[in-house]
């Protein structure tokens, strides 16, 4: 049967076992760390973490909010303070490029450890270092986190939803161990407005949607802003509405017969909207 890419479709098999393992590990862990992508910040976060951690609920969590050097400054201090009121919990930006607020992540850590750390070592333990997990959607950022974290590249990483497969523990410094794990997603995703969001930021397999569904998407989502829309006209020199068909059409993107070539310009769009070519934004709102 062929699939509908009208519609976002996925949870491979080895993230399903992901969450279960997920589950099975997060007694051994002090902290949870949640990365999110900043121009996604509500649309990136798990639906429900604390269903997620179950009996872990109560663990303190530490939320990043990755790929800040793509949106801008001023929106998304907006975001972390409705973030820092909505979840109790604190938050971060930080890009990978600059390291920006890294050495804070650490100090944080150590913070959130503390208690779990006196309290074992109240029943006669010796000190260890702290224990921190860290989830996310596929694609958030995770791997390229720790790597610069442990100053390394002991850990997986790469450009495509889902690289990171099997858990595993790195060593950030003497007092503090991470475990590292593939990306989670909910079971279902019925809300297909945050997929496509998803799928806009490369958080989804390409293999589960039709570039030029996702591209025509992307466009009425920044029509809907207006100073969003005169960016994408600026960079695609596009005068008339914002459309495939036009940024095509401005780019002498044609196939034969003379019609726009809609697959190669939604590849192009998504792509350039990817490497923050095309301006800062951030797509979920307040």
């Known amino acids: 049967m062929k699939k509908d890419k009208t519609h ?31 121009r996604l910040p509500k649309s990136s976060s798990y639906n429900d973490i604390k269903k997620l951690l179950g009996s872990n609920s109560d663990k303190p969590r530490l939320l990043l909010l990755n790929k800040s050097d793509l949106v801008n400054p001023d929106e998304i201090k907006d975001w972390v303070k409705y973030i820092e009121q909505e979840s109790g919990c604190p938050v971060l930006t930080i890009d990978t490029k600059t390291n920006r607020n890294f050495n804070i992540i650490e100090k944080k850590i150590l913070e959130l450890a503390e208690p779990r750390i006196q309290a074992l070592m109240a029943k006669g333990l010796l000190r260890r270092p702290a224990r921190v997990v860290v989830v996310g959607l596929p694609n958030v950022g995770k ?59 490369n958080s989804v397999s390409e293999n589960a949607y039709s570039p030029e569904i996702v591209g025509k998407e992307l466009l009425i989502l920044i029509n809907e802003n207006k100073i969003y ?5 600026d960079y695609y ?28 310009t939604s590849q ?19």
Request: no cysteine.
């Open 143 to 201: 791997s390229s986190i720790i790597n610069k974290l442990t100053k390394s590249s002991k850990t997986k990483t790469g450009a495509k939803a889902g690289v990171t497969r099997q858990q595993q523990w790195v060593r950030i410094n003497p007092n503090i161990d991470l475990l590292d794990t593939p990306g989670i997603i909910p079971m279902k995703q019925e809300d297909q407005d945050r997929a496509k969001k998803l799928a806009f930021v």
């Open 237 to 264: 020199n596009v005068e008339n509405e914002l459309t495939l068909e036009n940024i095509a059409i401005s780019r002498n993107w044609i196939i034969t017969g003379g019609e726009p070539d809609l697959e190669r």
């Open 268 to 286: 192009y769009l998504l792509r350039d909207f990817r490497d923050g070519k095309i301006g800062k934004f951030i797509l979920d709102t307040i």
């Open 8 to 38: 976002i479709h996925w949870y491979p098999g080895h993230i399903a076992k992901a969450e279960r393992l997920l589950k099975e590990k997060l007694n051994l862990v002090d902290v949870v760390i949640e990365v999110l992508d900043a």
């Open 229 to 233: 829309t005169s960016k994408f006209k």
